[in-house]
């Protein structure tokens, strides 16, 4: 088996490679939308804390 056999995977290579672009699509994907709510929830916070400091 060489590679070009191996990439072709028997005629399913647009199958196969096709979901591992997807998987590995979703999973960038969920990775901004992770880091996206935790910068906000880290401004809420800031938010919060200096709001409570002016109050007291």
């Known amino acids: 088996m060489n590679w070009a056999e191996f990439f ?3 005629g ?3 199958y196969v490679w096709g979901s ?3 998987a590995l699509l979703v999973f960038a ?3 901004m939308l ?3 709510r935790r910068k906000q929830a880290l401004r809420n ?3 919060m804390r200096d709001e409570m400091g ?3």
Request: aromatic share 14%; hydrophobic share 50%; no cysteine.
């Open 8 to 10: 072709a995977m028997k």
């Open 12 to 14: 399913y290579a647009f």
């Open 20 to 22: 591992y672009g997807v």
């Open 29 to 31: 994907i969920e990775i």
């Open 34 to 36: 992770i880091r996206n």
């Open 45 to 47: 916070l800031r938010l």
């Open 54 to 56: 002016e109050s007291v």
